[in-house]
């Protein structure tokens, strides 16, 4: 499966961003899906993940109630509406794809497939 990441931006804080992650192939709802971060000079970090049909979720600490994620297995993309935006938020986000049996894997290294990454920058 191929992903394709869109949405990032230059916003201040307090601001709102929706990232959208369109995959190609007809399989998209046999995937787990998440949006993982990177900033420079730091590790890829989780940020979060849902399950097959979208009614599960999980999310790092420090984006609840924040972050909320979402997806559209008819149009096989998902999407991480952030609000509240922090400049701790700054990084390059990345969507991918997990194909587990079970669970929802927050590990880098438990997904398959990812995008190229979208920027955010969260600055005032």
């Known amino acids: 499966v191929q992903l394709v990441e869109s949405g990032g931006g230059l916003v201040q804080p307090g601001d709102s961003l929706r990232l959208s992650c369109a995959a190609s192939?007809?399989?998209?709802?046999?995937?787990?899906m998440g949006w993982f971060r990177q900033a420079p000079g730091m590790e890829r970090e989780f940020v979060a993940a849902?399950?097959?049909?979208?009614?599960?979720?999980i999310y790092k600490d420090s984006v609840k109630g924040r972050f909320t994620i979402s997806r559209d297995n008819a149009k096989n993309a998902q999407y991480l509406q952030m609000n509240s935006l922090k400049p701790e938020d700054t990084a390059a986000y990345y969507c991918?794809?997990?194909?587990?049996?079970?669970?929802?894997?927050?590990?880098?290294?438990?997904?398959?497939?990812w995008g190229q990454g979208t920027q955010v920058t969260v600055s005032s």
């Open positions: 192939g007809r399989t998209f709802s046999a995937y787990v």
């Open positions: 849902l399950s097959r049909s979208g009614g599960s979720t």
């Open positions: 991918a794809a997990a194909l587990v049996y079970a669970g929802i894997p927050t590990k880098a290294s438990d997904y398959n497939y």
